[in-house]
């Protein structure tokens, strides 16, 4: 049991990683430069980057930073509960 919460852990742990990807390139596309170096170690600073973009561009937010946010948590949650299934 504690295998397959692991797995998807793994899986909403790259499911955010192509989720920054893509927000890398949409704040690319308006002009905002991003260092892909940076964004590894900072990735809340770009979040919030393109988060404050896409409310003054269309008055929401971008449905990627929900994404984003979302796998993460997913990824956490599941990662806890796998490894505390496989230390009993």
Same mark, same amino acid.
């Given at each position: $049991? =504690? &295998?397959?919460?692991?797995?998807?852990?793994?899986? =909403?742990?790259?499911?955010?990683?192509?989720?920054?990807?893509?927000?890398?390139?949409?704040?690319?596309?308006?002009?905002?430069?991003?260092? $892909?170096?940076?964004?590894?170690?900072?990735?809340?600073? #770009?979040? =919030?980057? #393109?988060?404050?973009? &896409?409310?003054?561009? &269309?008055?929401?937010?971008?449905?990627? #930073?929900? =994404?984003?946010?979302?796998?993460m948590n997913v990824?956490?949650?599941?990662?806890v509960i796998g490894?505390?299934?496989?230390?009993?």
């Amino acid at each position: $049991m =504690s &295998t397959a919460f692991l797995v998807v852990a793994i899986l =909403s742990a790259l499911w955010g990683v192509v989720d920054a990807i893509l927000i890398a390139v949409a704040l690319d596309r308006r002009g905002v430069r991003v260092n $892909m170096i940076l964004f590894r170690f900072f990735p809340f600073r #770009y979040l =919030s980057e #393109y988060k404050r973009v &896409t409310v003054k561009e &269309t008055g929401k937010v971008g449905s990627l #930073y929900y =994404s984003y946010v979302a796998a993460m948590n997913v990824a956490l949650v599941c990662a806890v509960i796998g490894l505390v299934l496989r230390a009993r």
